[in-house]
């Protein structure tokens, strides 16, 4: 079939195609770059929703220029089909990735994460919160850069224009749990979903896996994945404990926001190099060269469930180029009919944007019958939108920047009312106040606030006072490190740069949770081996506290319990003597009994002495 044209765009093959519209490959005849040209199924260019939503995509890409992101063109309308251009991106997603089995290194999974936060970073700060973070929407190009892509579903803080709480729109498996429940979402929603697709690169799959979608929401709002590090051999502590992190079901656990997070990845990739030498790859990580993808491409593992994240774009239905083998196919010139609309179609144009009306100004490519069909194409309006008019707020209807706005002007005022109000509120406490706080706690029996002391200790050092609180910072001192301990009895921390004595002190808590008498006895010898240093302020004189502290417990513990499992066994032993008249081989059984379980107790002693009387040992 004969090529289509939208715009200066020859279309020259299908990229992908949904059940919202189509994105192809096209070739500006003007200049000879190629773009991403997506369009708008023609039955849903009449519906004013979509047309709103269509635009509302368009000014989400004008408000972005980044090198992260995919970058908007241009955009316009033929015979009563919507559509724009966008950069092309050589390369591959991330979840094609996925579903031909690749593992990513962490390595490559820190940097990937660095560059998306770079991205959310910059569309955050202009408002726009893209709600459908995925592996299909981050394209990694040939030189290892990702780029974002598929702002369909993006939305504007504090604006309910397109979308309302109370709908659910986005792609479940990297769904946040606010998003999923309904509820108001902020950028740490775009948070959560980075945490999943991290997690996926990593382990080969989302966090959660389920075969409905009711199954799978309930996971999202209440169940934890399964630690990356059990998953997976060799990913470092701290990036598994941030991507837990950032899959907190609540979002005031996770990284506020994408700058921190951005700064966390690349600190976190200093560190690790200078720990760890860097292998020599095995392949080469970038993506083959040579192969497109766009966000047409809503590629799903087998099985997914999805709540439709595709209001104005692409379902998941994937065309590639073998189910399209044409340059052409029927579908790419056929499938968008153009029908008449009574809804208008209204992308607000910035000042000295370039509006086109009939098209090409360069001959096209191809024989001459090709150039008088490209140059009979009905007329189009088509807005170039150049580098320098990206990364702008919009404009209202009357010229003033929306961001200005009367309601904007009250809400302005409001909010630094409030703000003055929490810092008359809220503003540090002087010495005094601070310290007669504290010392009230602290002469009541109780514990003073480990906050109150800190901040009394950082913004009051030099205060003579500063010295007797000294006792309350050393107190929180050894709660953080007996934290650190109770981790690592469980097996959550690493105890391979332990000290002697910590190693000692972690024994004994191991066999105080199993033994508490043989606990008890480790945590004395220890105390006899290191009890002659002075020194109480490094680690060797904390882990002597500890012991000490833990060694009293036990033993308060021990003689609580010690009288009372003496009275049962006493009572058995009087029971044993009664039977030996008549059931003399029960009573040896149990005798026996007794001796068998508390021959190593030295508390029990007396009891088994008298126990191996009765059997006349």
Not at 113 to 135: E, Y
Not at 304 to 322: C, F, N, Q, Y
């Amino acid at each position: 079939m004969n090529p289509r044209q939208l715009g200066p765009y020859r279309l020259t093959r299908r990229l992908g195609r949904g059940g919202m519209g189509t994105v192809y490959e096209g070739v500006n005849l003007e200049t000879g770059e190629s773009a991403a040209v997506k369009v708008l199924a023609g039955e849903l260019g009449h519906e004013p929703d979509f047309r709103n939503r269509f635009a509302s995509e368009i000014e989400t890409l004008r408000r972005l220029n980044h090198p992260n992101i995919v970058r908007l063109f241009g955009f316009g309308e033929q015979e009563d089909e919507l559509f724009y251009a966008m950069e092309l991106v050589d390369g591959v997603s991330l979840e094609e990735e996925i579903r031909q089995g690749r593992r990513f290194t962490w390595r490559e999974v820190i940097q990937i994460g660095s560059q998306t936060c770079q991205a959310l970073r910059h569309a955050h700060d202009r408002g726009v919160i893209h709600r459908d973070i995925k592996p299909a929407n981050l394209l990694w190009t040939a030189e290892a850069v990702v780029k974002l892509s598929d702002f369909g579903i993006a939305r504007f803080f504090g604006t309910t224009r397109m979308t309302t709480v109370g709908s659910v729109i986005g792609t479940v498996e990297y769904m946040a749990p606010e998003q999923a429940d309904a509820r108001p979402v902020d950028p740490r929603t775009d948070l959560y979903s980075l945490g999943g697709v991290l997690y996926a690169l990593l382990v080969g799959q989302p966090p959660f896996v389920a075969k409905t979608l009711p199954e799978m929401l309930h996971k999202q709002r209440y169940e934890k994945p399964e630690p990356i590090d059990r998953l997976v051999a060799g990913v470092p502590e701290e990036l598994a404990i941030l991507i837990a992190q950032l899959l907190e079901k609540d979002p005031k656990n996770r990284v506020p926001n994408a700058m921190l997070l951005g700064r966390r990845f690349d600190a976190m990739a200093i560190g690790l190099s200078r720990r760890t030498a860097e292998p020599a790859p095995d392949d080469d990580p970038r993506p083959p060269a040579g192969g497109i993808s766009h966000e047409g491409f809503r590629l799903t593992p087998g099985g997914a469930i999805r709540v439709d994240p595709d209001p104005v774009g692409l379902a998941p239905t994937r065309a590639m180029d073998e189910e399209d083998p044409a340059p052409v196919a029927e579908s790419a010139v056929g499938d968008l009919p153009a029908t008449e609309s009574t809804a208008v179609f209204k992308p607000p144009p910035p000042a000295g944007s370039n509006t086109v009306a009939t098209v090409v100004s360069a001959k096209p490519p191809g024989d001459e019958s090709e150039a008088k069909t490209l140059a009979s194409a009905a007329p189009a309006q088509f807005t170039v939108v150049v580098e320098h008019e990206l990364d702008q707020m919009p404009e209202s209807d009357d010229g003033r920047p929306a961001t200005f706005s009367p309601q904007t002007a009250v809400l302005v005022v409001a909010l630094v009312a409030i703000g003055l109000t929490i810092w008359y509120f809220l503003r540090p406490p002087s010495a005094d106040v601070l310290y007669e706080r504290i010392m009230a706690v602290a002469e009541a029996g109780e514990r003073p606030s480990p906050d109150d002391v800190e901040e009394f200790m950082v913004r009051y050092g030099d205060d003579p006072r500063a010295k007797s609180l000294r006792r309350f910072e050393k107190e929180t001192e050894l709660e953080r490190l007996q934290r650190k301990f109770d981790r690592r009895v469980k097996g959550l921390g690493d105890a391979k740069a332990l000290l002697p004595i910590e190693r000692a002190y972690l024994e004994a808590l191991n066999y105080a949770w199993l033994d508490p008498a043989r606990g008890a006895r480790k945590m004395k010898a220890l105390i006899e081996l290191y009890g002659h240093e002075s020194d109480d302020s490094g680690p060797t004189g904390q882990c002597l506290e500890l012991a000490r502290r833990r060694l009293a417990q036990l033993e308060e513990e021990l003689n609580s319990t010690t009288v009372d499992h003496l009275a049962l066994i006493a009572s058995r032993l009087d029971e044993a003597e009664k039977l030996r008249a008549s059931n003399p081989e029960k009573a040896k059984s149990m005798f026996e009994a007794v001796i068998e379980l508390y021959a190593e107790k030295p508390w029990a002693a007396d009891a088994v002495r008298r126990a191996r009387k009765d059997l006349g040992e």
